[in-house]
T-cell receptor, first 114, second 112 residues
């Protein structure tokens, strides 16, 4: 049971570099999400995709872009990384919206921006 | 703006004790409330989901209650075990739909 798979698990970037975090789910879920988790701030929603072909901003979208490549995959891109983007990033999915069912999370991607 | 608070931030109990974790939220107009468990360095695992029309949900030794009108939920863990040691987070979905608002979590340590 793979569930939600994120890559890479760890990454170190220099300020200004770009990278893409990949996420894939094998549960045939319609909705996918990207969160970041910071000490003292809890988990905050960056972007979500309610269904294939749609994406919407969450609470903290600045500095990020997303792509819902197909039903399985939802990627998060940092075009020009900043130290403030040092965080643990979690991808999640749900069968439909978060208002109807539970969320399933990946194991996280730990990003450090120097 | 919805705010979710979890008290206490940390809790240490001896094995076998029954315990209660608290979650409060400021906006009672929610669709559902979900409790999660997070082990160090890992992702979140869903424990219980309570829809806004429900009062409680049970799974094994876990029981979660919801009082929408007072903006509170509790997670009751019976006969705690060292394997229950983890951070427990609650999150609510407000009427905006897809946005979960998380509390800061309670870090639980169950000592053998």
């Amino acid at each position: 049971n793979a569930g939600v798979t994120q890559t890479p698990k760890f990454q170190v970037l220099k300020t200004g570099q770009s990278m893409t975090l990949q996420c894939a789910q094998d549960m045939n879920h319609n909705s996918m999400y990207w969160y970041r988790q910071d000490p003292g701030m809890g988990l905050r929603l960056i972007y979500y995709s309610a269904s294939e072909g749609t994406t919407d901003k969450g609470e903290v979208p600045n500095g990020y872009n997303v792509s819902r490549l197909n039903k399985r995959e939802f990627s998060l891109r940092l075009e020009s990384a900043a130290p403030s983007q040092t965080s643990v990033y979690f991808c999640a999915s749900s069968e439909d919206g978060a208002d109807t069912g539970e969320l399933f999370f990946g194991e996280g991607s730990r990003l450090t921006v120097l | 703006k919805q705010e979710v608070t979890q008290i206490p931030a940390a809790l240490s109990v001896p094995e076998g004790e029954n315990l209660v974790l608290n979650c409060s939220f400021t906006d009672s107009a929610i669709y559902n409330l979900q409790w999660f468990r997070q082990d160090p360095g890992k992702g979140l695992t869903s424990l219980l989901l309570i829809q806004s029309s429900q009062r409680e949900q049970t799974s094994g030794r876990l029981n979660a209650s919801l009082d929408k009108s007072s903006g509170r939920s509790t997670l009751y863990i019976a006969a705690s075990q060292p394997g229950d040691s983890a951070t427990y987070l609650c999150a609510v979905v407000n009427n905006a739909g897809n946005m979960l608002t998380f509390g800061g979590g309670t870090r639980l340590m169950v000592k053998p």
